[in-house]
């Protein structure tokens, strides 16, 4: 199985920054690709943005310009750069990770955002 460990959320003021991390335990060039999802109270869980093993990125349309997804391939992490952090970014984030035989997801980390 494939594990994900995330790291790096926390508490914020509109306007700051945050960098989440998921580590998996498997070298990510085995994984289709590697999302990150949010989910606020009371809504849906929500694709935030991905990374496929090729390198391609995709963003929501709400988080583009302001969130970066990247990797480090010798570290088998991805990364979620948060800037401009708005209040209604606020949720668990879940780092997701997508293989041909099965979806992984890792604990969820807070983001908290205030105004």
């Known amino acids: 199985q494939v594990q994900l460990v995330e790291s790096g959320g926390g508490l914020v003021q509109a306007g700051g920054s945050l960098r989440l991390s998921c580590e998996a335990s498997l070298s990510i060039f085995s994984i289709n690709y590697m999302g990150w999802y949010r989910q606020a109270p009371g809504k849906q869980r929500e694709l935030v943005a991905l990374?496929?093993?090729?390198?391609?990125?995709d963003y929501a349309t709400s988080v583009k310009g302001r969130f970066t997804i990247s990797r480090d391939v010798a570290k088998n992490t991805v990364f979620l750069q948060m800037d401009s952090l708005k209040p209604e970014d606020t949720a668990v984030y879940f780092c997701?990770?997508?293989?041909?035989?099965?979806?992984?997801w890792g604990q969820g980390t807070q983001v908290t955002v205030t105004s």
């Open positions: 990374i496929t093993s090729g390198g391609g990125t």
């Open positions: 997701n990770a997508l293989t041909t035989g099965a979806n992984y």
